[in-house]
């Protein structure tokens, strides 16, 4: 989230850099969201990721999805959650161009909606695995009885929460 325009505005090749540097370290998974950096920051990271030499099964891609802000890239008057089928298929699919991948290890539905529908969130996550765009699918921020309400065919076994000193 903060290596791009949202933080520390990195070029292509400090990220670069920083995904090898990472990847020397024991670090391979990278966190991502299709609204970081206003839309940016995902195609900021793709662009690097092709430049470095790493083989793509020596990392872990992580991105979320769900959030709907105002942008540029995403001309909405209003903030607000959307999980219907088509959309997270699209997204996914905008996140594997921007990230240069075949798939994500990992897609998080990123905050949870009173509005989810966890029928047509099934619909998307069965398409997406059986396709192979995804190998898990996940959710960030959600509390166990909303985890409840949307996993019906496809049990959710990664709950991203928030941890830090501050919460």
Known sequence: MNWGVWGNNLNTLEM????????SLGINTFDHADIYGDYTTETAFGK????????????????????????????????YYSYSKSYIINQVER???????DYLDLLLLHR??????????N?????LKTEGKIKNY?????????????QETAPIIFNQIECSLTH
């Open 16 to 23: 670069a850099n920083l995904i090898e540097t990472g990847l």
């Open 48 to 79: 690097a990721y092709a430049q470095t030499k790493i083989a793509r099964e020596e990392l872990f891609f992580i991105s979320k999805c769900g959030i709907q802000c105002p942008s540029d890239f995403n001309p909405i008057l209003l903030n």
């Open 95 to 101: 996140s594997l161009l921007n990230l240069k991948t």
């Open 112 to 121: 949870p909606s009173p509005l989810m529908q966890g029928s047509e969130i």
């Open 123 to 127: 619909l998307a996550i069965d398409q």
């Open 138 to 150: 996940g959710v960030s921020n959600f509390t166990p009885s909303q985890i409840d309400l949307i």
